[in-house]
């Protein structure tokens, strides 16, 4: 992650809480750039681990609340990998997602690299594309081709 991005990303935060009239705490500011921080799309357990380094009294149950108050906000996406995890995503353009389903990584893929083609049903109004395609991360398909190639 490059730093303009992260701060670029901790403007907005605080410009949303001002407009929504949450309070900019120390807490919420270290939890927000830990999200803020990350492009892999982290657990809250992730975040969790991240953030009690640096406030060890924090609980996790204080992240999920925090959690459901950014998301409610417009300032956090959820994304509902394979629909097993909760996965999180402080990237706010819209975007697509690359999903391994051997390791759950989640990678970011631009919304221009994919719009849909030719007839869409009649009277159906897009308002944002977001779509997960499935398959294997280059790290996890190399493990695999290494497999099938040591088993003959
Ligand atoms: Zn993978
Ligand atoms: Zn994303």
């Known amino acids: 992650m490059d730093r303009q991005t992260i701060e670029d990303r901790m403007q907005t935060f605080r410009r949303r809480c ?28 992730a975040i969790y681990d991240k953030v009690k380094k640096q406030m060890p009294s924090l609980s996790l149950g204080t992240i999920y609340k925090n959690i459901r108050t950014f998301t409610e906000a417009g300032l956090l996406q959820e994304v509902n990998l394979l629909h097993e995890s909760l996965r999180l995503d402080a990237n706010l353009e819209s975007h697509h997602h690359l999903v391994c389903v051997e390791c759950k990584s989640v990678t970011d893929l631009p919304e221009q690299e994919i719009r849909p083609r030719g007839e869409l049903p009649a009277g159906f109004e897009v308002q944002r594309y977001n779509v997960e395609v499935l398959g294997l991360c280059s790290n996890c398909s190399s493990k695999s081709k290494t497999k099938r190639s040591n088993h003959g």
């Not at 929504?20 to 807490?27: D, E, F, I, S, V």
């Open 18 to 45: 001002a407009e929504k009239g949450l309070a900019y705490t120390h807490q919420r500011q270290v939890i927000y750039r830990a999200l803020a921080s990350t492009n892999t799309h982290p657990t809250p357990e």
